[in-house]
């Protein structure tokens, strides 16, 4: 598996560009995860972009990224952005799909893109539609994961990020050998803020209200494949690998 490039030029956006960004794939993947928060896209987006050589796009890393940032005062559209993103609650379209559009490089990027917590509502999904007309890009798949909402709270309630590399642990199911301390670069474990207990409701139900139309519009297209995300990890990236199209199951896909 190839380490995946730095994601500079999302996570940044305006001139910033990407300084290493890995080997240039075989093709360029353009994939959409779509699921409920906690249900394990973060995981299979890393081992994703790895196999495929393309970038993981998450809107959501990019907002977090704003908030740790400690340059200039956030523009008012980011500062609403970031206290809704704190509430759990969504932010509005046009903000997202401005903030996207401000990117629409990585969309494009010969790497390819694995597009993450982006699009959540329909008028997102038809913007995202229009730019990737715009640069003459296509989708290969849109990869829908799916589990139960007892099996998303465990996961969100235990999990925790280290505050240094953004590694994700599990106080259960993939706990550091020291409570508290990063495995892989002895930073501290911190829970992020909306995977309290009190917010993954309120996220849930945000998810649910816009996703149901979101998964419509890309089944109605052909573009959808479904996989149920309840099963272990690795199991999981075998069913996702074998619901892309011309991807040899086991082989490497750059
Ligand atoms: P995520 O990491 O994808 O769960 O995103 C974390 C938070 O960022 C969400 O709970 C929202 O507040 C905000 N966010 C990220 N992506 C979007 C989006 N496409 N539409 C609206 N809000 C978003």
Not at 138 to 164: F, M
Not at 197 to 221: C, K, M, N, Q, S
């Amino acid at each position: 598996m190839h380490p995946a490039g730095d994601r500079t030029a999302w996570l940044l956006g305006g001139d910033a560009t990407c300084h290493d960004p890995g080997p240039r794939p075989r093709r360029p993947w353009h994939v959409i995860l779509l699921g409920p928060p906690g249900v394990g896209k973060g995981t299979q987006a890393a081992r994703l972009v790895g196999e495929l050589g393309a970038c993981h796009l998450s809107t959501g890393d990019v907002f977090r990224a704003a908030c740790r940032g400690s340059e200039s005062t956030p523009s008012p559209a980011m500062a609403e952005a970031l206290a809704t993103m704190r509430r759990g609650g969504l932010v509005s379209d046009d903000t997202v799909v401005a903030l996207v559009r401000e990117r629409v490089r990585c969309l494009c990027c010969h790497h390819g893109f694995l597009l993450d917590g982006f699009p959540r509502t329909v008028d997102q999904a038809r913007a995202l539609d229009a730019m990737l007309a715009g640069v003459g890009t296509q989708l290969d798949r849109v990869i829908l994961l799916d589990a139960d909402e007892p099996t998303i709270v465990h996961r969100l309630s235990g999990r925790r990020v280290c505050a240094t590399c953004r590694a994700n642990w599990h106080i259960e199911s993939h706990p550091t050998r020291i409570d508290g301390v990063c495995d892989t670069c002895g930073g501290a474990l911190i829970q992020r803020d909306d995977d309290r207990p009190e917010t993954i409701h309120v996220r849930l139900e945000a998810y649910h209200a816009a996703a149901d139309a979101v998964i419509g519009f890309y089944r109605d297209r052909g573009l959808l494949a479904t996989i149920d995300a309840s099963a272990p990890p690795a199991e999981v990236f075998a069913r996702i690998v074998a619901a892309l199209p011309g991807a040899a199951p086991g082989a490497l896909l750059h």
